[in-house]
């Protein structure tokens, strides 16, 4: 009978996944649908264009309770596989209610067909009618979490989806509707003020990346040319403090960077003064942000592309002083 629930429950999650991401993938492309390319327009080299050491360094860690399986896994990992499995449900089990909540939370996406098919197995083979319903307990409130979870998330893809569309609606063209990319500077002036009238948290953040990635599958380079600005929008609003030299760097649009950074320098902002600063900023997103958060990832992002940005000017400005 557990095998035929857990069965069930795999084909329920499934097709709720697929649900959500059908949803999101229909909004995307309805937003995406009014976007114009402008011939070979190349993609801005922003946070999400590349991935880089900083972001790899930032990927959540696992905890004493927190196990992930993740990626393609060689013949010889089997093993390795069904402890990482085994393990996951012994933290399961031995959770209080509160603590159920955050283990199935952060291990989502490890309760796939594999999983399910584990805890029936750890079932048949259980000592006694005891541990038996200890395991068809826990799958049904499993279950239950995960389904609360996707019917969230789905209500939260629905109102971020529809915040995206009226922010991505102001870097149209005011008379005609239309989107021309590379966004002119205007647009993305447009596009700053409306991000920094809006709320943008986890979930916002997702629905983003949902975004660039059904755009991207679809081809539309010119939206997701848009997300990158918006997320560039977004980490400069929590990355500028207004209290620096850098800060007028990280608060301007990426096109003025190199004006911003000049008149830095003119002013007396150094190579070191810069590099002491920007790795203060940098040591406040990785202490102060949840570890493998998109907030983290797309702010390190940012500040490594005004690091390379900045030191590229700077490299210039001590070639031209050597000759």
Same mark, same amino acid.
């Given at each position: 009978?557990?095998?035929?629930?857990?069965?069930?429950?795999?084909?329920?999650?499934?097709?709720?996944?697929?649900?959500?991401?059908?949803?999101?993938?229909?909004?995307?492309? &309805?937003?995406?649908?009014? $976007?114009?390319? !402008? /011939?070979?327009?190349?993609?801005?080299?922003? %946070? #999400?264009?590349?991935? +880089?050491?900083?972001?790899?360094?930032?990927?959540?860690?696992?905890?004493?309770?927190?196990?992930?399986?993740?990626?393609?896994?060689?013949?010889?990992?089997?093993?390795?596989?069904?402890?990482?499995?085994?393990?996951?449900?012994?933290?399961?089990?031995?959770?209080?209610?509160?603590?159920?909540?955050?283990?199935?939370?952060?291990?989502?996406?490890?309760?796939?067909?594999?999983?399910?098919?584990?805890?029936?197995?750890?079932?048949?083979?259980?000592?006694?009618?005891?541990?038996?319903?200890?395991?068809?307990?826990?799958?049904?409130?499993?279950?239950?979490?995960?389904?609360?979870?996707?019917?969230?998330?789905?209500?939260?893809?629905?109102?971020?989806?529809? &915040?995206?569309?009226?922010? $991505?609606?102001? !870097? /149209?063209?005011?008379?005609?509707?239309?989107? %021309? #990319?590379?966004?002119? +500077?205007?647009?993305?002036?447009?596009?700053?003020?409306?991000?920094?009238?809006?709320?943008?948290?986890?979930?916002?953040?997702?629905?983003?990346?949902?975004?660039?990635?059904?755009?991207?599958?679809?081809?539309?380079?010119?939206?997701?040319?848009?997300?990158?600005?918006?997320?560039?929008?977004?980490?400069?609003?929590?990355?500028?403090?207004?209290?620096?030299?850098?800060?007028?760097?990280?608060?301007?649009?990426?096109?003025?960077?190199?004006?911003?950074?000049?008149?830095?320098?003119?002013?007396?902002?150094?190579?070191?003064?810069?590099?002491?600063?920007?790795?203060?900023?940098?040591?406040?997103?990785?202490?102060?942000?949840?570890?493998?958060?998109?907030?983290?990832?797309?702010?390190?992002?940012?500040?490594?592309?005004?690091?390379?940005?900045?030191?590229?000017?700077?490299?210039?400005? +001590?070639?031209?002083?050597?000759?």
């Amino acid at each position: 009978p557990l095998h035929t629930v857990l069965l069930t429950g795999s084909t329920v999650m499934s097709a709720a996944a697929t649900s959500v991401t059908a949803r999101v993938g229909a909004v995307a492309s &309805t937003a995406c649908a009014r $976007v114009t390319h !402008a /011939a070979a327009a190349p993609r801005p080299r922003v %946070a #999400v264009a590349r991935k +880089s050491v900083s972001a790899i360094a930032f990927r959540r860690r696992r905890g004493d309770a927190h196990v992930t399986r993740a990626g393609k896994k060689k013949p010889g990992d089997a093993a390795n596989d069904v402890a990482n499995m085994d393990a996951l449900i012994d933290n399961l089990i031995a959770a209080d209610e509160e603590s159920l909540v955050k283990l199935v939370a952060e291990n989502v996406l490890s309760f796939d067909q594999s999983l399910w098919i584990r805890i029936a197995s750890r079932s048949d083979s259980a000592p006694d009618q005891h541990a038996k319903d200890g395991f068809m307990t826990l799958a049904g409130k499993c279950m239950k979490l995960i389904e609360e979870m996707v019917e969230k998330t789905e209500s939260g893809i629905q109102q971020s989806s529809k &915040t995206l569309e009226k922010i $991505v609606a102001v !870097a /149209a063209d005011p008379v005609t509707g239309e989107f %021309a #990319v590379p966004l002119s +500077s205007e647009s993305v002036t447009r596009m700053r003020f409306a991000v920094n009238e809006t709320a943008v948290d986890e979930q916002m953040l997702n629905t983003v990346y949902a975004w660039i990635r059904k755009s991207d599958e679809d081809k539309l380079d010119g939206m997701v040319h848009i997300m990158q600005h918006l997320l560039q929008c977004y980490a400069a609003r929590e990355l500028d403090t207004g209290k620096t030299p850098l800060d007028t760097v990280i608060g301007a649009n990426a096109g003025e960077w190199r004006e911003k950074f000049e008149a830095a320098i003119a002013g007396g902002f150094g190579e070191e003064a810069f590099t002491r600063d920007l790795q203060k900023r940098m040591e406040g997103v990785v202490l102060n942000l949840p570890n493998g958060s998109y907030a983290q990832r797309v702010q390190a992002e940012y500040l490594k592309e005004v690091e390379d940005r900045g030191k590229g000017i700077y490299a210039e400005k +001590s070639g031209a002083s050597a000759e």
